[in-house]
């Protein structure tokens, strides 16, 4: 009972501070280190994802081209071999320095989808070039809340693309390179 509890304390203080957050103007540039804070699927779920990241995360942040409203993921080198099971035909490209991007995206700004009261940066997954299984049915919504550093909110399209719902799934942390505030990630040392 007490870790069901905890979880609904840890999802209804995130939800709170995502509230509490702004629009990023200007919206963010270059590479940001990323942290996932915790999934929000279902309890047991939970456990399960946290335990896999807590021993392997190969997500490392993105990066945003602000002129072009546009974007990527940074992944470790080794998430390529276990993606082939998902994603066959997708190519991860090189960074040259031992990390490839991953999963363009295109940015906005709009409603939250689950807080229509609040104005977001969406971070929209849904380009042919992304796998259709999956990542193209992701959309991200990003607040900032505090200088350079940006909480998000990973959502789920529920239904089809013409009548979609969407469904909280996660919670992730950016941080700008540059920002001198303090979130750390293991996959950052990496």
């Not at 929209?124 to 991200?140: K, M, Q, S, T, V």
């Not at 607040?143 to 998000?152: D, I, K």
Request: hydrophobic fraction near 45%; charged fraction near 20%; aromatic fraction near 10%.
């Amino acid at each position: 009972m007490r870790a069901g509890r905890c979880r609904a304390e840890v999802l209804d203080s995130l939800a709170r501070i995502f509230q509490l957050g702004t629009l990023p103007e200007p919206g963010p540039y270059g590479r940001l280190v990323g942290l996932p804070i915790t999934p929000a699927t279902f309890a047991l779920s939970d456990l399960v994802l946290r335990r896999l990241s807590s021993l392997w995360m190969p997500w490392l942040g993105k990066r945003f081209d602000a002129e072009t409203a546009t974007g990527d993921n940074i992944m470790l080198p080794g998430v390529r071999l276990p993606s082939k099971l998902l994603w066959p035909g997708y190519q991860y490209l090189s960074l040259g320095d031992g990390r490839y991007t991953a999963f363009r995206f295109r940015t906005y700004v709009g409603a939250g989808a689950v807080d229509a009261d609040h104005r977001v940066l969406k971070i929209d997954y849904d380009w042919d070039e992304n796998p259709g299984f999956l990542i193209r049915a992701i959309l991200d919504e990003l607040v900032l809340v505090v200088p350079g550093v940006y909480l998000g909110k990973a959502l789920l399209r529920r239904d089809s693309r013409i009548n979609s719902t969407w469904r909280l799934v996660g919670y992730f942390a950016l941080r700008s390179v540059a920002s001198g505030a303090s979130i750390s990630s293991t996959a950052e040392q990496s």
